[in-house]
């Protein structure tokens, strides 16, 4: 009857491990595939010299429906002024983009261990600088 006892306490406790290992497997395919469609937008504002309306909706349309969430989650700040490359390296050729979603839930089982669902949560943000290909005409 111990044994039981000590079973019935233990058991949930391994339970949130193997969960939180398929909770984790989960936020990292999602940061992947959010890191690959920033890298596209950026190729493609690398060309045009800025990212453009066009670029950044299907950039964000994509981020919608990979992580299930709605556009005013999502935190931009992009170079949307073109840029022009130059003869030698400069600053004003540089274009910057970060973008930023929240990752939820962090942690499974968390209501077991004192966390709210508030708190369970973070922002990811992927930020970088490329130099602009395009030329003057």
């Known amino acids: 009857m111990k044994q039981f006892i000590v079973l019935m306490a233990v058991l949930p406790l391994l339970l949130v491990f193997l969960t939180q290992y398929t909770l984790d497997q989960k936020n990292f395919d999602q940061i992947q ?14 060309q045009e010299g800025c990212f453009t309306i066009s670029i950044t ?3 964000v349309n994509r981020i919608k429906t990979c992580f299930s969430i709605d556009g005013d989650s999502i935190q931009l700040e992009l170079d ?10 400069d600053q004003r050729e540089l274009i910057h983009y970060r973008v930023t979603v929240p990752i939820e839930p962090l942690m499974a089982g968390n209501r077991m261990f004192g966390i709210s669902d508030d708190e369970n949560s973070s922002l990811y943000s ?10 003057r005409d």
Do not use: C, D, H
């Not at 595939?33 to 690398?46: D, S």
């Not at 992927?126 to 030329?135: D, I, K």
């Open 33 to 46: 595939q959010l890191q690959e469609i920033v890298y596209q937008a950026k190729e493609q504002a690398k």
């Open 57 to 59: 909706n299907q950039m």
């Open 80 to 89: 949307t002024v073109p840029k022009y490359r130059t003869q030698q390296f």
């Open 126 to 135: 992927v930020e970088g600088w490329t130099a602009s290909e395009r030329l």
